[in-house]
């Protein structure tokens, strides 16, 4: 069954044998001695870790990049490989076959997120002057989406964008942005922020959005002040960005003007599909059945049966991520079943954490230098994955109301975001 | 990781000319109407699918008068008949016992049964599991002694499918040395008193269960059991994770059609969220069924049937298994909780896929069997 999806792309094994010699002649393969990538969800890091981690993960960005195998699954026209979904399937998983260094949440946002929506969205000018340094790692972008008041009911953002007469930052006319963001991985190292805003307060809340790509500094910027947050895990990922005033030329307009929804939405997806299949090579099944296995005769009984559904839920996650390859082989995975592949992502964690607590008790809440105790860490950051990228309530929503066909609860706000009118 | 197909056109063609003759010739309310027959499915249809569909041949190779096709065309016909809850005795003629000769018969079983098999002309099953069904075929101590130049079979089965129906039986049991297959002349045993059949009383009346006693019972040597018959059971559950998948989805679709049309506090309780994201659930746990049985099925069409262990197809099998039997259980108790009060009555067709799910869970390994094997797959065998 390794057979390419289409007749013009290469064979699977064909595929893997060259993406293996690309990756041995930059790097390390990985042995017994290599450090075992961390169990941790989050990195746990200060800001001064994060940028030092970004450093040499962006120069292997670059590398990928010139080799081609930055971004595989774009068009061959749009800076990628113009392969389907399973090329860059088999190529995360020989990379952790070697010592690569591993990839920050915030170059992951730039690299397969917002790179891949201006792909999508861009102006011929915008992919020319913005794809080939976001998907070589030169520039970093990060998403600028939610909101203190516009968290779930993320079509509620109140940020507003208003249009300019007098020229604004390079560009002869433009936009003006205030409003406040929040939970936005990575804005303290990025360059640009895929902007949500609400340009007409005056149409149904879906249909006032506009998305930009707003600069976040450099000669030129102000009006931008980015606040990092402490998460409950102990690093600081993510932050509060403040606009007030902050300005965005026209030419950095994604999509039309009243876009913003579609063009968010088409992010958010490829976002849920992405930390479902992503590379956090960490806290995988088979790393539960080599701790299980040390643990000899000291296992517990009762933590067999999370190890195993911790194990079926991987392999459901994957073969799931193996079907939506066969069925859409250029990509574009529909926002149900980008939302299935999270949910079942989750169940995993879930599993995984309650494994953990069958396994270690006592290590996992004292540090006692054991390999307990490393997994303090992934069960404080799995609650946050509950939330990020949609809440597994709102993914629910999602599944019933797209995939089933569920009728929406009645909604008492009127038809206008009342943040929006506010 | 697997690389997975996606259906061919002939395979969609199937699907949809299956669904629709089932739909009109064995829908549920068909089997429900002839559970308490005689034969307790419709055998007219039988004898369609025989010699008109051709659906018990798909397995059968060219030179035995078969089909040829592979577990992938399979498991199209085995997921439309699960949404159904199909009552015949397909899956214990067209895929354990033709898979048991394929996998451990010699070339005169072969050429003397699957003919037959695959016109639909005569109905076999296998009988493996004794005393309480417990899914473990080197367990086997159902003895045979040589006799002339055939054998003789004493011993208990239980848990057999269609032997109520079936023309052919074939038992696994212990001669001398090796463990093998031995096939039984069904009607004339028992005629001749040397097999009993008596039909359980089963939770899911959709699948006929039998205990089958044998005493001295006339035998014909098939080949030897072994890993044959391991692959045959693996490949038996991949076919029962197909038909789940069917019947999980049916299950699923039910749900929400009733939760759009049923009004309570002015509006489609699927509009709650409590019951929408039960529903969620419930999609969610069927596509992971297709997932994991998509990737069985794909395993097990590229494996050959034979007498050599196949590791990948037993991960894959018990991968499936468990996971699909867990994922329809779940989804055919949440269809009775969507329904509410109708969905626990005798009349509606909720508890009929309840009772098949609770059914499936336990044929061909239990939840626990397959557990255990799945561990040991991913690396962890039990300690003690």
Known sequence: ?422 | MTALAAPTPEQEELRASARKFLAERASLDDTVRLAGSAAGYDEAVWRIMGEQLGWPALLVPDEYDGAGASFAELSVLLEEMGAVLYSGPFLASAVLTTTALLCCGDESAKRDYLPRLAAGDLIGTLAVYEDNGRHDPSQVRCRAARSGSGWRLDGTKTLVLDASVAGLLLVAARGDEDPGLFAVDTPAAVAAGTAEVVTLRVMDDTRRLSTVTLRGCPAVSVGPSGAGLAVTLDLAAVALAAEQVGGAQQALDDAVAYAKTRWQFGRPVGSFQAVKHRCADMYMAVQGARAVTAHAIATAAASTPGQQPDRDLGHASSLAKAYCSDAFFAVASENIQVHGGIGFTWEHSAHRYFRRAQSGRVLFGDPSWHRRRVLAAAGLSEQR
């Open chain 1, 1 to 422: 069954v390794d057979e390419a999806p289409h007749t013009d792309q290469p064979l699977i094994p064909v595929w893997r044998a060259e993406v293996r010699r690309f990756l041995a002649g930059h790097l390390r393969p990985r042995n017994e001695s290599s450090r075992p990538s961390p169990v941790a969800l989050f990195a746990g890091r200060s800001q001064e870790q994060e940028r030092e981690a970004l450093t040499p993960a962006r120069e292997w960005q670059r590398v990928k990049f010139e080799a081609g195998y930055g971004a595989i699954g774009l068009p061959a026209e749009r800076g990628g490989r113009g392969l389907g979904p399973i090329y860059q399937r088999v190529f995360d998983e020989e990379e952790r076959a070697f010592e690569a260094p591993e990839r920050p949440m915030v170059l992951r946002i730039s690299v397969y997120l917002v790179a891949a929506t201006l792909a999508e969205y861009g102006t011929p000018q915008q992919r020319a002057r913005f794809l080939t340094p976001l998907l070589s790692g030169d520039i970093i972008a990060c998403q600028l989406f939610s909101e203190p008041e516009a968290g779930s009911d993320l079509a509620g953002v109140r940020t507003r964008a208003a249009r300019v007469g007098t020229p604004v930052a390079g560009g002869p006319a433009g936009w003006r942005v205030t409003g406040q963001k929040i939970w936005t991985s990575g804005a303290q190292f990025a360059d640009y922020g895929e902007l949500i805003a609400r340009t007409n307060p005056d149409v149904p809340k879906h249909k006032g959005l506009t998305a930009f790509l707003l600069p976040l500094r450099g000669p030129g910027v102000h009006g931008v002040d980015i606040r990092p947050i402490r998460e409950m895990a102990g690093g600081t990922e993510f932050n509060e960005v403040f606009l007030d005033g902050a300005e965005v030329p026209d030419e950095l307009r994604l999509g039309d003007e009243g876009q913003g929804w579609p063009v968010a939405l088409t992010t958010l997806s490829i976002e849920r599909n992405l930390s479902a299949t992503s590379d956090r090579p960490g806290a995988t099944a088979a790393r539960l059945v080599e701790a299980a296995r040390r643990l000899g005769d000291d296992l517990e009984e009762s933590a067999r049966e999370p190890i195993v559904q911790a194990y079926l839920a991987e392999r459901a996650r994957e073969y799931f991520g193996a079907w939506l390859d066969a069925k859409y082989p250029s990509g574009g995975v529909p926002g149900p079943d980008g939302a299935v592949a999270k949910l079942m992502w989750l169940s995993q964690l879930r599993h995984t954490t309650e494994a953990v607590n069958r396994m270690y008790a006592g290590s996992l809440i004292a540090d006692d230098g054991t390999e307990g105790s490393e997994w303090a860490a992934h069960v404080l950051g799995a609650p946050g994955f509950r939330i990020a990228g949609g809440t597994e309530e709102i993914l629910h929503n999602i599944i019933a109301e797209r995939a089933l066909g569920l009728p929406p609860e009645p909604r008492p706000e009127s038809a206008r975001s009342r943040g929006a009118a506010s």
